[in-house]
């Protein structure tokens, strides 16, 4: 399918709102864009200025509860998620999703990009989480896990970077980019004193990644790495790395989210289809109210266009 689909996430959330209003502003041709979701949840949260084609997927009137996390929003937002799968589209822009709704429904993930994985990856491929802020990217390594079950290894570290390039070259037109990787430990580590996984795992990693030709740094420490990426942000200049690699989930996201709050994209890369999603949640608190801001999925759609 040549459109690009879009998913309304969790019918209690914002997903729908957000929606809407960053199509009627984008005002996107009617055959561009497949909308997987359902009419009675559209109609609940807006209209549409246009006639997009909508697959739908079944749901009841009375199930629509803004701000509740149900089972019934769980597996709407995980069939969703498997019938955009089956369409294989151009591009797939999904709307956040509540993951404790999913697991309810007996859907037990980590969030969507480890769905998409699921039911997209051919040939042992690895989704990623690339954020994108115009030019400021950055990679996770390993992305929802709590810190004391993050396990880095060499092996890991080169399979990720070594996917980034091929995304770089694909899908952003880059070739030969450059890497600046973070240090996992505060100031790098400071030679082992600090903690040992910058000599054990990253060092010798980037060394057999440098040995391949790939451009990437020694492990950096991060404070200051994104002082940098911050200031290139702010005066819209090119950075000197196309793509910063952190370690976990909120080493790279407080940064980039904290320059380019709800204008952030997670980015799945390393499948053959790329998806976007805004970088925020479900905003149960706010849902139903129309008062959502969609700049953030605005800035996903337009990521694929």
């Known amino acids: ?48 200025n246009k006639n997009y084609e909508i697959i739908e997927i079944p749901y009841d009137y009375h ?15 995980f069939q969703s998620l498997v019938k955009v799968c089956q369409i294989k589209p151009k591009a797939i822009v999904t709307s956040p999703v509540a993951k404790n709704a999913m697991h309810l429904a007996g859907h037990n993930f980590n969030g969507q990009t480890e769905v998409l994985q699921k039911y997209l990856a051919r040939d042992s491929q690895l989704a990623e989480m690339l954020f994108v802020a115009k030019n ?15 396990q880095l290894t060499k092996e890991l570290v080169i399979t990720k970077i070594k996917n980034l390039v ?20 505060p100031h790098a580590g400071e030679d082992g004193i600090l903690g040992s996984e910058e000599q054990e795992i990253l060092i010798p990693a980037i060394r057999e990644l440098l040995q391949s030709g790939i451009d990437i740094s020694m492990p950096q420490p991060s404070d200051t790495l994104f ?17 910063y690699i952190a370690n976990y989930h909120d080493q790279g996201l407080i940064p980039i989210k ?11 890369i390393g499948l053959d289809i790329i998806r976007t999603s805004p970088g925020h949640g479900t905003a149960f608190d706010i849902a139903g109210k129309n008062i959502a801001n969609p700049d953030g999925m605005i800035e996903a759609i337009k990521q694929v266009l």
Do not use: Q
């Open 63 to 77: 199930n629509i509860k803004p701000g509740k996390i149900t089972k019934e929003a769980g597996e709407f937002s």
């Open 1 to 48: 399918m040549n459109k690009i689909a879009i998913t309304t996430g969790d019918p209690n959330g914002i997903g729908a709102e957000i929606t809407i209003k960053a199509l009627n502003k984008l005002d996107l041709a009617e055959d561009k864009v497949v909308l997987i979701s359902n009419k009675k949840i559209l109609d609940f949260y807006g209209k549409l």
């Open 136 to 150: 400021f990217r950055v990679l996770l390594l390993t992305r929802h896990c709590a810190l004391k079950d993050i």
């Open 166 to 185: 091929r995304t770089f070259e694909k899908d952003f037109n880059i070739k030969s980019p450059k890497f600046a990787l973070c240090g996992f430990n």
């Open 258 to 268: 904290t320059v380019a709050g709800i204008k952030t994209v997670n980015t799945t």
């Open 227 to 243: 002082v940098k990426a911050a200031e290139h942000y702010f005066n819209n200049e090119k950075d000197e790395y196309d793509c």
